[in-house]
């Protein structure tokens, strides 16, 4: 509460900014995000509650941060943010060239191969973040997630009420995949290569006998593909892109062999 307090205080007035008590605030905050006691999101029953004030210190930790050259081997940065360190202790694999910047939390058992996770971020036990997909900044990433090569997980800092991005437990998120704007995907959905989806994406159950459109949110155990429908313009009639339903995952406490049959049932792309 005191920390909480002061980060409002502070955001209030940025000429707090200049005072040292601050500034260590601040970087407490940072510190409890990096190490997971903290969180910008978490599970409050069947929803979310988002803590606007841990959010407002990721982005007061930019303006009392400098500049400054990183050097790992031969290569170089030059950035504001720390990188991650202490992987072993922590008892995540990462692979050459993964980066997880300092004040993402990242649970025993993930497996990084050259990806990116951003500050604020939270990623759970037994997730592999793959070849070149990022979690972008306090998005939240479930327990054995898989997100394929070049998925793109969008992060929100701004505004500071909005949900950041969430992929809960045991979900697949196939190739090439944008999951953005606070877009939530409930446990063990399986999501087909190429979805795209942001708040206004129209995702459409197609499974009944009517189709059911639903916004920002994959129901649980859902398969989705990508698809189109067709929406009139002043310059006539166009395609454009959705997500498409197509039937669920069965229940089962054996995920692997659950999400195995989903993808081969339904013929998913990954």
């Given at each position: 509460?005191?920390?909480?307090?002061?980060?409002?205080?502070?955001?209030?007035?940025?000429?707090?900014?200049?005072?040292?008590?601050?500034?260590?605030?601040?970087?407490?905050?940072?510190?409890?995000?990096?190490?997971?006691?903290?969180?910008?999101?978490?599970?409050?029953?069947?929803?979310?509650?988002?803590?606007?004030?841990?959010?407002?210190?990721?982005?007061?930790?930019?303006?009392?941060?400098?500049?400054?050259?990183?050097?790992?081997?031969?290569?170089?940065?030059?950035?504001?943010?720390?990188?991650?360190?202490?992987?072993?202790?922590?008892g995540v694999r990462v692979?050459?060239h993964a980066i997880a910047?300092?004040?993402?939390?990242?649970?025993?058992?993930?497996?990084?191969?050259?990806?990116?996770?951003?500050?604020?971020?939270?990623?759970?036990?037994?997730?592999?973040?793959?070849?070149?997909?990022?979690?972008?900044?306090?998005?939240?990433?479930?327990?054995?997630?898989?997100?394929?090569?070049?998925?793109?997980?969008?992060?929100?800092?701004?505004?500071?009420?909005?949900?950041?991005?969430?992929?809960?437990?045991?979900?697949?998120?196939?190739?090439?995949?944008?999951?953005?704007?606070?877009?939530?995907?409930?446990?063990?959905?399986?999501?087909?290569?190429?979805?795209?989806?942001?708040?206004?994406?129209?995702?459409?159950?197609?499974?009944?006998?009517?189709?059911?459109?639903?916004?920002?949110?994959?129901?649980?155990?859902?398969?989705?593909?990508?698809?189109?429908?067709?929406?009139?313009?002043?310059?006539?009639?166009?395609?454009?892109?959705?997500?498409?339903?197509?039937?669920?995952?069965?229940?089962?406490?054996?995920?692997?062999?659950?999400?195995?049959?989903?993808?081969?049932?339904?013929?998913?792309?990954?």
């Amino acid at each position: 509460m005191e920390l909480q307090q002061q980060i409002e205080a502070a955001w209030e007035n940025r000429e707090l900014l200049n005072e040292e008590s601050t500034k260590e605030t601040i970087r407490a905050v940072i510190e409890e995000l990096d190490k997971g006691r903290l969180r910008v999101a978490e599970p409050d029953g069947d929803l979310w509650k988002v803590n606007d004030w841990v959010k407002k210190a990721v982005v007061l930790n930019f303006p009392i941060s400098v500049m400054e050259t990183i050097e790992v081997g031969p290569f170089e940065f030059h950035d504001k943010m720390p990188l991650k360190k202490d992987y072993a202790a922590q008892g995540v694999r990462v692979v050459p060239h993964a980066i997880a910047r300092y004040g993402a939390f990242l649970e025993k058992g993930v497996i990084m191969m050259p990806s990116y996770v951003n500050i604020g971020a939270w990623v759970g036990s037994g997730t592999m973040v793959d070849t070149w997909a990022t979690v972008g900044s306090c998005a939240q990433i479930g327990r054995n997630v898989h997100l394929s090569g070049g998925v793109g997980i969008g992060g929100v800092l701004e505004p500071l009420q909005a949900t950041p991005t969430i992929v809960e437990d045991s979900c697949f998120i196939g190739s090439r995949c944008i999951i953005v704007e606070g877009v939530r995907i409930r446990k063990e959905a399986v999501i087909g290569a190429g979805v795209t989806l942001t708040q206004s994406t129209h995702i459409i159950d197609v499974t009944g006998s009517e189709p059911k459109t639903l916004k920002g949110e994959v129901p649980e155990r859902s398969v989705v593909i990508p698809g189109s429908y067709t929406k009139e313009f002043p310059a006539g009639k166009y395609n454009v892109n959705c997500a498409l339903i197509i039937g669920k995952r069965k229940e089962s406490t054996d995920k692997k062999t659950s999400l195995n049959d989903a993808l081969r049932n339904f013929d998913v792309a990954v």
